[in-house]
């Protein structure tokens, strides 16, 4: 196979490394790797710009984006498990986008909003105070189950609440009497002298 050194690398790689141009047998001086670092780079330097572009582009190309959909559908369809691995490999890599995607999908809270709150909490577990979110590392969103059962729609957030405290609610389906009774079970065992009685 006919080889090529990149321009920007140094590096000698295969010629299917290079994208091809419009002239025939005739290859772009970057490779293809190089090409896609410096197009990042220019994204992130100029990410909001970036962002217009991409939508401009999809709004004015409708047709691009519906052959885009149905190419993503067909190859998740036929290569499912690499679908699986790859979207595995991707939540390791970046947890916190991750975290900024659930959150907006089940609660409709942006990052800027979630930080607002967390902040107005002193950073703190809005229940027992704990700067320690525990778990994953992200304190949990808490919304009211009495108005959305699993997604909020994001008027119900209550606060941000520490891992424990989290499941801690959940398990005691947010019942304050249930809560209350767990209270005075413990309040009998803390007395100065602790007694057990037996009947």
């Keep these: 196979m006919k080889r ?4 920007k690398c140094k590096v000698e790689k295969d010629i299917i490394e290079f994208s091809p141009l419009k002239v025939i047998n005739k290859f772009h001086s970057w490779c293809k790797a190089c090409k896609c670092l410096i197009e990042k780079q220019k994204r992130e330097i100029n990410i909001e710009l970036s962002r ?4 401009e582009y999809r709004n004015s190309h409708p047709e691009q984006q519906e052959k885009a959909r149905r190419y993503a559908e067909k190859y998740r369809k036929e290569n499912p498990e690499l679908v699986k691995l790859g979207n595995k490999l991707w939540r390791e890599a ?5 975290y900024e995607y ?7 809270m942006s990052q800027e909003k979630y930080n607002s709150i967390l902040t107005a909490q002193g950073g703190k577990c809005a229940c ?4 320690e979110p525990g778990g994953r590392g992200a304190f949990h969103v808490d919304h009211d189950h009495n108005c959305c059962k699993e997604r909020s729609c994001g008027k119900c957030i209550r606060g941000l609440l520490c891992n424990g405290c989290n499941a801690g609610l959940g398990f005691f389906k947010d019942n304050i009497a249930t809560l209350e009774q767990a209270i005075m079970y413990l309040s009998r065992f803390q007395t100065a002298n602790l007694e057990f009685i037996i009947d």
Excluded at 4 to 7: P, T
Excluded at 94 to 98: A, E, L, M, R
């Design 4 to 7: 090529k050194v990149c321009s």
């Design 52 to 55: 217009q572009n991409e939508q």
């Design 94 to 98: 970046n947890p916190q986008k991750c």
């Design 102 to 108: 659930i959150r907006i999908k089940r609660y409709k």
């Design 128 to 131: 027992c105070g704990t700067t």
